[in-house]
Nanobody, 115 residues
Framework: QVQLVESGGGLVQPGGSLRLSCRASRIIFSIVHMSWYRQAPGEQRESVAAITSDGSTNYADSVKGRFTISRDNPKNTMYLQMNSLKPEDTAVYYC?????????WGQGTQVTVSS
């Protein structure tokens, strides 16, 4: 019954920016670890960024300095601000959480970086 819904994906030119959102429901959002993953065609799903319940963050080396993960607990929403986008950032982006010892995934949102 946990639900995660991503939004904000789209087509952007190299060097541009996007902000992804992930809204969660049917969990106590304020106490869960949240993360963003992405999967490009033919590639394995990879971790992009993560944020703990108390706001500690981690980033993949490939996005460090360009992406910022954040959360707004009253809105049950996690964000991924993506700046200086590169074609290699093209992927389906997924949000993920763990609730009662089980992993939950959103449906994904497509990000395409192309001129």
């Amino acid at each position: 019954q946990v639900q995660l819904v991503e939004s904000g994906g789209g087509l952007v030119q190299p060097g541009g920016s996007l902000r992804l959102s992930c809204r969660a429901s049917r969990i106590i959002f304020s106490i869960v670890h949240m993360s963003w993953y992405r999967q490009a065609p033919g590639e394995q799903r990879e971790s992009v960024a993560a944020i703990t319940s108390d706001g500690s963050t981690n980033y993949a080396d490939s996005v460090k300095g360009r992406f910022t993960i954040s959360r707004d607990n009253p809105k049950n929403t996690m964000y991924l601000q993506m700046n200086s986008l590169k074609p290699e950032d093209t992927a389906v982006y997924y949000c993920k959480t763990r609730w009662v010892s089980r992993d939950y995934w959103g449906q994904g949102t497509q990000v395409t970086v192309s001129s």
